[in-house]
């Protein structure tokens, strides 16, 4: 090629490469630009490790739920090594203990502020299972509390096991550009005190330290958290369950004091908590004081209805049409009456109504199945200290069976086209994932 050749070559691609250089120069600063790659070194400033805070510190550990992530099964307390399991492959979760190696014994109050608003530490750019997008909004005497409680955390010297991920996503700069494309920088709230409206207090814990949008959300691509998805509900990837929205009609059936009952004790006239829910009252929203529990759901009463594209439209009630031969009705009669009675209205706090039940009139059928196939258990908490429990019926019931009478049940009481199969069915025998 001569010379004139490469010149005009150049020439014709220079406005391409120069539109490329733009869009990523946007995008990259839509993500924060240079400034979360930049890790505070050093000792850095002293906070407070006075009792109280250290106590508010533990408070705050329990909203954000850290333990459940940061723990294994019958493992050491925050020494990390939960997997989490994506499309990718397993994410392991950090030592967060006071070890010096492993943990975070040296790192400043500056160095663990940004990991948790800008999810980079010096281990690299971290995955977005840590829930670094709402913890950004958590100010920053909430997360000096944070750090000096978890200074006091007794240290394990416990390796975090080493993530088993597919290429490209095991190169943690691979992040940045997933960064590029779907994430967008919060900024940190300003914490309203107890004290302050409801409203706002709810709003703060719900999208900081209580990142119930995390499972509560839509998804968009590779497991991104659009704007557009907030509380709209979705299947939590990895995890194999549906979450609900969080909105005024969704919620429109629970009081709030029916909804606090519900999210501190697990259980309320109008259902319990089940599956991952069970674990997060369990592990977190059972210690909420009175008034974080009762500002969570009054600024979850208050949020607009979303427009998704399968509405929830309560139809009015059908009398069963006598004659027609239904075999879900008939499992029904046989198997569930007993316990969540013959119109299903359940009985009293203990046995849940499945009239109006989340699992029967969400879009996505998958809890309800999970729940026939392998029972359910509301946590145990000080406000339910024996829960009633419900049994699982993938001995007892054929998978033709199971379909029907779900279709049943969602389909007479919740005017959904339910049309599960046995087929459908058998394929989510075996789906625990979590
Ligand atoms: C949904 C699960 C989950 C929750 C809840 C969670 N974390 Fe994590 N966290 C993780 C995972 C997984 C990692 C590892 C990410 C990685 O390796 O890229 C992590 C990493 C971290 C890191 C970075 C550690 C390092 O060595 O780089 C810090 C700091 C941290 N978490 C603090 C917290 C605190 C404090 C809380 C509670 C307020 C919390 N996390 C709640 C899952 C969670
Ligand atoms: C780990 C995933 C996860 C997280 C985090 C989570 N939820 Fe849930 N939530 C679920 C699932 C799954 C259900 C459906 C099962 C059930 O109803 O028990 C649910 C159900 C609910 C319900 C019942 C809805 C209804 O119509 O009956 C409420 C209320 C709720 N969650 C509130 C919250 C709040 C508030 C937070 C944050 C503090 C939160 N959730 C965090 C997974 C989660
Ligand atoms: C021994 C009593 C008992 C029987 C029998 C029983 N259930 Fe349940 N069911 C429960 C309890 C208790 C819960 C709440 C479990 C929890 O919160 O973890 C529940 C929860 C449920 C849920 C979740 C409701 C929600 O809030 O979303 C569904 C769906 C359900 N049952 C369907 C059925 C069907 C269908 C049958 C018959 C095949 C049946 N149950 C039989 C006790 C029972």
New binding site residues.
């Given amino acids: 090629m001569s010379l004139r050749r490469v010149a005009l070559f150049g020439l014709v691609l220079l406005p391409f490469v120069l539109a490329a250089t733009a869009i990523a120069g946007v995008l990259f600063l839509r993500q924060g630009g240079f400034a979360p790659y930049r890790i505070p070194h050093g000792a850095g400033r002293i906070v407070a490790a006075d009792a109280a805070t250290v106590a508010r510190g533990a408070y705050l550990a329990k909203?954000g739920?850290c333990a459940a992530c940061h723990t294994t099964r019958g493992g050491v307390p925050f020494a990390g090594g939960r997997g989490f399991s994506t499309d990718y492959g397993t994410i392991y979760s950090s030592n967060l203990t006071a070890d010096m190696h492993y943990g975070l014994g040296d790192w400043s109050a500056d160095e663990f502020a940004h990991a948790m608003r800008n999810g980079v530490s010096r281990n690299g750019v971290l995955y977005p299972v840590f829930?670094y997008a709402h913890f950004a909004q958590v100010d920053d005497s909430d997360l000096d509390a944070l750090y000096a409680y978890l200074k006091t955390v007794s240290a394990s010297a416990q390796a975090p096991s080493p993530n088993r991920l597919d290429f490209p996503a095991s190169w943690r700069p691979a992040l940045i550009g997933w960064r590029m494309l779907y994430y967008h920088a919060a900024e940190a709230a300003h914490a309203p005190s107890s004290s302050s409206k409801p409203l706002e207090r709810g709003r703060y814990?719900?999208d900081g330290?209580?990142?119930?949008?995390?499972?509560?959300s839509a998804r968009g691509a590779r497991g991104s958290l659009p704007p557009q998805g907030y509380l709209v509900g979705g299947r939590?990837p990895g995890?194999g369950?549906?979450?609900?929205?969080?909105d005024s009609r969704?919620?429109q059936?629970?009081s709030i004091d029916q909804?606090v009952a519900?999210?501190s004790t697990?259980t309320s006239l109008?259902?319990?908590?089940?599956?991952?829910?069970?674990?997060?009252?369990y592990n977190?929203?059972s210690a909420l004081s009175a008034e974080d529990a009762t500002a969570?759901?009054t600024y979850?009463k208050n949020v607009p209805p979303h427009t998704q594209p399968t509405q929830r439209l309560l139809p009015p009630e059908q009398a069963p049409q006598p004659g027609v031969v239904n075999l879900g009705a008939d499992v029904y009669k046989r198997a569930c009456a007993d316990c969540h009675g013959d119109d299903g209205r359940g009985k009293d706090a203990a046995y849940p109504p499945l009239r109006d039940?989340?699992?029967i009139?969400?879009p996505d059928p998958i809890?309800a199945v999970r729940v026939v196939l392998y029972g359910?258990m509301?946590p145990t908490t000080a406000g339910n200290p024996r829960p009633y429990s419900m049994p699982p019926f993938v001995q007892q019931l054929s998978a033709a069976e199971i379909a029907a009478v779900i279709n049943y049940v969602r389909h007479d009481w919740a005017g959904l086209p339910s049309e599960l199969t046995a087929a459908d069915i058998a394929g989510m025998h075996g789906i625990v994932l979590d």
């Fill in positions: 909203l739920d829930p814990l719900v330290l209580g990142h119930c949008a995390m499972c509560h939590i995890v369950w549906y979450a609900p929205p969080l969704q919620l059936r629970y909804l519900y999210l697990g109008q259902g319990s908590a089940y599956g991952p829910m069970a674990e997060v009252v977190s929203l969570i759901a979850l039940a989340a699992s009139t969400a809890n359910g509301a």
